[in-house]
């Protein structure tokens, strides 16, 4: 079965700052790793999904963030912080299913950094 | 495009009563839902998988009889909650997977609903 670990419920930094949100993950099969943003009351928006190829996936709004196998991570960064960004970060691992096609929508969800950035 | 359409956004209703929530993908076909429930200040837990023409499969603790779901068509899910109670009061959340132009996998807005 999969599972996320997020490090850390919440991260305070000032704006202009680094923004580094842990992940860390484990999966029976080679892992679909996620980043999504929440917003109160709103939905999920995706921000990065690493499948297969290139280990460092760049997102939207400035995010990034690398696959390391070795270290079973897929941490989430951003070189400088903005007001904008403070919301609700989760890292989750797809349960893929292969049956006549292959399914990844099934999500594991960590359980959630909330990140406050300071004038 | 690859947009899913929820709704409502949020419901109030009284004990006992019975609510249903949509999930429509507008612009491309689900051949997979998936519903998931966050209650405050936690993550969301998936509650159940659903493809088109399908029953549902349910998670391990998530009642089927209470969290009727749906999925009749290719572009429309829907989750009953039946005889609502206060703490089924929560967020939910759909999924939809398809494929348009490229596989998509995209989440509705959430469904807000409490239970007085």
């Known amino acids: 079965a999969q599972s996320v670990t997020q490090l850390g419920s919440h991260v305070s930094v000032s704006e202009g700052a680094l923004v580094l949100l842990r992940c860390n993950y484990s999966?029976?099969?080679?892992?679909?790793l996620f980043w999504y943003v929440q917003y109160p009351n709103q939905g999920l928006q995706l921000l990065l999904k690493?499948?297969?190829?290139?280990?460092l996936v760049k997102g939207i709004n400035g995010f990034e963030a690398e696959f390391k196998k070795s270290e079973t991570s897929f941490h989430l960064t951003k070189p400088s912080a903005h007001m904008s960004d403070a919301a609700e970060y989760f890292c989750?691992?797809?349960?893929?299913?292969?049956?006549?096609?292959?399914?990844?929508?099934?999500?594991?969800f960590g359980q959630g950094t909330i990140l406050t950035v300071h004038p | 495009g690859a947009v899913v359409s929820q709704h409502p956004s949020w419901v109030i209703c009284k004990s006992g009563t019975s609510v249903k929530i949509e999930c429509r993908s507008l612009?491309?076909?689900?051949?997979?839902m998936f519903w998931y429930r966050q209650f405050p200040k936690q993550s969301l837990m998936l509650m159940a998988t659903?493809?088109?023409?399908?029953?549902?499969?349910?998670e391990q603790g998530v009642e089927k009889d209470k969290f009727l779901i749906n999925h009749a068509s290719l572009t429309l899910s829907t989750l009953t909650v039946t005889s609502a109670h206060p703490e089924d009061s929560s967020f939910y959340i759909c999924?939809?997977?398809?494929?348009?132009?490229?596989?998509?996998?995209?989440f509705g807005a959430g469904s807000r609903l409490t239970v007085l």
């Open positions: 999924s939809a997977e398809g494929f348009s132009g490229a596989n998509v996998l995209t």
């Open positions: 999966s029976s099969v080679p892992p679909y």
């Open positions: 690493y499948t297969t190829g290139a280990t």
């Open positions: 989750a691992v797809s349960d893929r299913v292969f049956a006549g096609g292959t399914s990844y929508g099934k999500l594991t």
């Open positions: 612009d491309f076909q689900a051949t997979t």
């Open positions: 659903s493809n088109e023409g399908s029953k549902a499969t349910y």
